[in-house]
């Protein structure tokens, strides 16, 4: 373990640690309590993943870089190989067969809780979301192909907005299927109707997924600066950094994030932000220098 690098780990993990508990003070709660229902306790436990070689623990979050921890992870489980981290997306039958909390006693789970080293990537809610929105809805891709398909999620929310639309699909050719598809003020006003706990798990919050209030997580990485942050994490573990593969990320995220969150109407943006508040809440505590990032957002609305 380099001396440095754990200092460093050490440094912010003692910053998180306060910032999470007066978060956490302000939502009720006390750090480490697990959920008492069952049905937040089964949506914890999905998202859960470990290794025992390393004692570790990870929260994956779709589009919050999950796939290339479930890859090292795989690696650590001895099911891949280590130079699979430098090869193509492991399929999703193999990445269904990283160790879950799902396939744990409760007190196995409790006594991994409190003895492993526990951590999850956050990102900014915005911009994930439209991540999310954009992969699954815009630009459906399966597999790393460029395979455009439909969603029931498509075509569900292109029958509350424009029911004709559908029956326009139908009647297209397959290559001019992935023309049509709901808009992002669409998926917004969608989000905006529906609890947030029917949400599909690549649009749920981070919160309802991680429960970072019932968690006691040691570190919790940022996806802007991923390698690194992981980087660092493997290493303060001693854990070979040629298992963790380099992550690539677009270069013009905010930019998009920019351009398609002011073509929203400021009502409907402000109750997606109000949606997401515990995430937005979570990420400016972790990270204050972003506090109030979110607000230009609402200023450059177009009410359309």
């Given at each position: 373990?380099?001396?440095?690098?754990?200092?460093?780990?050490?440094?912010?993990r003692?910053?998180?640690?306060?910032?999470?508990?007066?978060?956490?003070?302000?939502?009720?709660?006390?750090?480490?309590?697990?959920?008492?229902?069952?049905?937040?306790?089964?949506k914890?436990?999905?998202?859960?993943l470990?290794?025992?070689?390393?004692r570790?623990?990870?929260?994956?979050?779709?589009?919050?870089?999950?796939?290339?921890?479930k890859?090292?992870?795989?690696?650590?489980?001895?099911?891949?190989?280590?130079?699979?981290?430098?090869?193509?997306?492991?399929?999703?039958?193999?990445?269904?067969?990283?160790?879950?909390?799902?396939?744990?006693?409760?007190?196995?789970?409790?006594?991994?809780?409190?003895?492993?080293?526990?951590?999850?990537?956050?990102?900014?809610?915005?911009?994930?979301?439209?991540?999310?929105?954009?992969?699954?809805?815009?630009?459906?891709?399966?597999?790393?192909?460029?395979?455009h398909?439909?969603?029931?999620?498509?075509?569900?929310?292109?029958?509350?907005?424009?029911p004709?639309?559908?029956?326009v699909w139908?009647?297209?050719?397959?290559?001019?299927?992935?023309?049509i598809?709901?808009?992002?003020?669409?998926?917004?006003?969608?989000?905006?109707?529906?609890?947030?706990?029917?949400?599909?798990?690549?649009?749920?919050?981070?919160?309802?997924?991680?429960?970072?209030?019932?968690?006691?997580?040691?570190?919790?990485?940022?996806?802007?600066?991923?390698?690194?942050?992981?980087?660092?994490?493997?290493?303060?573990?001693?854990?070979?950094?040629?298992?963790?593969?380099?992550?690539?990320?677009?270069?013009n995220?905010?930019?998009?994030?920019?351009?398609?969150?002011?073509?929203?109407?400021?009502?409907?943006?402000?109750?997606?932000?109000n949606?997401?508040?515990?995430?937005?809440?979570?990420?400016?505590?972790l990270?204050?220098?972003?506090?109030?990032?979110?607000?230009?957002?609402?200023?450059?609305?177009?009410?359309?």
């Amino acid at each position: 373990m380099a001396s440095s690098t754990s200092t460093l780990i050490n440094h912010i993990r003692l910053f998180q640690k306060k910032q999470m508990e007066k978060y956490c003070l302000g939502n009720g709660n006390i750090i480490g309590n697990l959920p008492s229902t069952p049905q937040s306790l089964t949506k914890l436990f999905t998202h859960l993943l470990y290794d025992d070689s390393k004692r570790i623990v990870f929260c994956y979050v779709p589009k919050n870089g999950c796939s290339n921890m479930k890859r090292l992870l795989l690696i650590l489980n001895g099911l891949l190989p280590p130079e699979a981290s430098k090869q193509s997306r492991p399929s999703e039958m193999l990445l269904k067969k990283v160790n879950s909390f799902r396939n744990l006693t409760a007190q196995q789970a409790i006594y991994k809780l409190k003895n492993y080293y526990k951590f999850a990537i956050v990102r900014n809610p915005l911009e994930r979301l439209l991540s999310a929105y954009r992969n699954k809805l815009e630009y459906p891709v399966v597999y790393g192909e460029r395979k455009h398909f439909p969603s029931n999620l498509q075509l569900f929310i292109m029958s509350l907005f424009r029911p004709r639309q559908i029956q326009v699909w139908l009647e297209s050719l397959p290559e001019k299927r992935h023309t049509i598809f709901p808009s992002f003020k669409e998926f917004v006003t969608y989000m905006k109707m529906f609890p947030l706990g029917d949400y599909n798990e690549h649009f749920a919050p981070f919160y309802e997924l991680c429960q970072p209030c019932s968690v006691n997580y040691d570190f919790y990485g940022n996806f802007k600066i991923m390698d690194y942050d992981i980087t660092s994490v493997l290493e303060y573990l001693s854990i070979p950094l040629s298992y963790y593969p380099a992550f690539v990320r677009s270069k013009n995220t905010m930019e998009l994030v920019n351009e398609y969150y002011r073509l929203i109407p400021w009502r409907e943006k402000t109750a997606l932000f109000n949606a997401f508040r515990k995430d937005l809440n979570l990420y400016y505590s972790l990270y204050p220098e972003e506090t109030g990032a979110h607000k230009q957002l609402l200023i450059e609305s177009e009410d359309l």
